[in-house]
């Protein structure tokens, strides 16, 4: 069977480096690396590294990093080790702990998913790409003096700075379940970075607690930031059409209002259906959807990954959201390849789409009038950008 063909005009640079794939965060904890060797076994399997720009990523060097990051902070990440931990002082100061634990090779880790962020960042700024991935990526919860929810070093944050150099206005859109926080508080003073995150919003019993549609930037109108970040606050077990609408309805309107010069794309896998920390019912061409949606505005984008915590799943969606990149998904055949090399993992159904929404659904507590106030608090918003 021939290879997926390249759009002539149209580069989509895909950058990964194998050796973040064999961390361990620790025997029961959900961050899993190795669901980026499922990725790429089903993106090559199915023949996509053909129709993309293939790059091997280095490791983001200290100064790189410290672009964001304090050098204390670095240097804590630098000379901690699980056998030298105990002797440290300051484990609670940088949030050490279940969801960030010591492991081996931590520094190696945050450097090599940052550094592929940063490769992808300047593969759009010298426009020898449209779209640049990084499924490692998009950890968006690291702050600039400590880790937090899996995140250690904010890739993201560092992907954007580099974007700011070259474009006058970036928009990040965020569909990991979770809120993206540090992204947010990063760009929270200025107006050069718009933030949009959709996400579950419980104060108090969901991670990281923050996101209310209220929060849309400094109080002071006067500050840059005000009304430049948005926040989409979702209860469990929104559905694909509304999820999808939704979507569409709160993005179309922020790029009119907005204007960007380029997207980020924050992917994370875990506002799937059937995932172990989620609580959405989204099923895998709906999550795709939007990919394609913000494909299609025409501007460069660069897509990274986040959540996900069941592993066969993430892989699935990611491999898909790959083949919207390139813009041959209808080429797909729904049938996992033959020879993809961890096949079992996808077994009985060996299918892309697995139905996501029959098991372990969530009760959707998303009313229809609940979704029209939040599409009409982010209008609102978008509102005092025209002025
Ligand atoms: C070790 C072992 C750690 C089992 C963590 C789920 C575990 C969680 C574990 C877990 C878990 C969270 C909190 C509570 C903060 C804590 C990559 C003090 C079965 C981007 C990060 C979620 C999401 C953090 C990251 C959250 C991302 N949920 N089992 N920990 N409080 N932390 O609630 O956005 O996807 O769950
Ligand atoms: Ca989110
Ligand atoms: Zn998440």
Redo the contacts with the bound molecule.
Sequence with gaps: KNGIVRPKGYTVSFHANSSVEKFH???????KPWRLTLTKQLVMAYGMHTAMDLYLTRAATREEMAEFHTEDYLDFLKRVTPNNMLLEPRLAQYNI???C?IFDGLYDYASLYTGASLDAARKLCNEQSQVAINWSG????AKKTEA????YTNDIVLAILQLLRYHPRVLYIDI?????DGVEQAFWSTDRVMTLSFHKYDKDN???GTGPLSSTGPENPLNPGAHHALNVPLHDGIEDEDYVWLFKQIVEPCVGAYQPSVIVLQC?A?SLGCD??GCFNLNIRAHGRCVDFVKRLNLPILVF?????TPRNVARLWAYETSICIGCSEQLDEKLPAHTPALAHFAPDNTLFPPLSEHGRFENKNSRQYLWSLVEGIHKQLAYLES
């Design positions: 965060f620790g025997q029961s904890h959900p961050m702990g279940d969801d634990p998009g950890l968006h919860h937090s929810g899996f995140c990991d379940v979770h809120h993206g969901f991670f990281p994370g875990d172990r920390l990954g986040g959540g996900g915590y």
